[in-house]
């Protein structure tokens, strides 16, 4: 079963991310400082709202992580079309408009191109979420009326 393997490499990746996560946010107050001292003036004048910056839209990271964990637990179990998915879609898709409103305030701030880039791409996947989400709910619909039928 070659869907298997890949599946089972995808929830490893994920795992791994969700635990690379905790040391990048562990370390995040002296990765900045240091960073800050090499790289850019403007990440030692907004150190503070930068960190602030970083370490919300990295919390909410992880948690999109932590969802896509759940998610692939149902994959594994090879019962993927449950409503607990539905509501993990919606919560990334609200956790990616967050991440996009946080680095939209960013621009004000501290401006970069890549900036421009973070916002569009996380209101693209929470957009992807919002309507992937719909399209799950239709698919527990019909798999809850066939199972009724049987």
């Not at 869907?3 to 900045?32: E, R």
């Amino acid at each position: 079963m070659k869907d298997s393997k890949l599946t089972k490499i995808t929830k490893w990746i994920l795992d791994l991310m969700f635990v690379a996560g905790i040391v990048v946010l562990l370390t995040l107050p002296f990765t900045l400082k240091l960073a800050g001292q090499y790289l850019q003036s403007e990440l030692a004048k907004h150190y503070w709202y930068m960190l602030a910056i970083l370490a919300i839209s990295g919390l909410c990271g992880m948690w999109i992580v932590w969802e896509l964990r759940r998610m692939m637990r149902t994959v594994l179990m090879q019962d993927c079309f449950v409503e607990e998915n539905v509501t993990s879609l919606k919560r990334m898709g609200m956790i990616s408009f967050i991440i996009s409103v946080l680095y939209g305030t960013k621009i004000f701030v501290v401006p970069s191109p890549a900036t421009f880039i973070v916002i569009l791409t996380f209101f693209i996947a929470g957009l992807f979420s919002e309507v992937l989400a719909c399209v799950f709910r239709e698919a527990v619909r019909y798999k809850e009326e066939n199972d009724l039928t049987i």
